[in-house]
Nanobody, 125 residues
Framework: QVQLVESGGGLVQAGGSLRLSCAASGRTFSSYAMGWFRRAPGKEREFVAAIARGSRTHYADSVKGRFTISRDYAKNTVYLEMNSLKPEDTAVYYC???????????????????WGQGTQVSVSS
């Protein structure tokens, strides 16, 4: 069982930056593929970024070049650095984890077994 706790959300003006953190419990963090998803009001949940075992990453086109996903194995934590934020980035952001045996990057929600409670990100214009 893995527990994920997100933090770092808040209210920021357009063009600003935020860094989200996702702290994972358990001793097998290095065996998990991790991802960030978001759900905006009235919209479906969507993929934002993912990182595999190791350092392979993948981003949604809408955030490519602005967001960076990374992981710290010593701290069992995944980060989402968000720069040049836009009002359309406003959403609840969720961290997700799933155990994997390869360095695959998981970019869809269905394979993820564990989810955090979410953290609100609001970007004002």
């Amino acid at each position: 069982q893995v527990q994920l706790v997100e933090s770092g959300g808040g209210l920021v003006q357009a063009g600003g930056s935020l860094r989200l953190s996702c702290a994972a419990s358990g001793r097998t963090f290095s065996s998990y593929a991790m991802g960030w998803f978001r759900r905006a009001p009235g919209k479906e949940r969507e993929f934002v970024a993912a990182i595999a075992r190791g350092s392979r990453t993948h981003y949604a086109d809408s955030v490519k070049g602005r967001f960076t996903i990374s992981r710290d194995y010593a701290k069992n934590t995944v980060y989402l650095e968000m720069n040049s934020l836009k009002p359309e980035d406003t959403a609840v952001y969720y961290c997700a984890a799933t155990p994997v045996y390869t360095t695959v990057v998981v970019t869809t929600a269905a394979p993820y077994d564990y989810w955090g409670q979410g953290t609100q990100v609001s970007v004002s214009s």
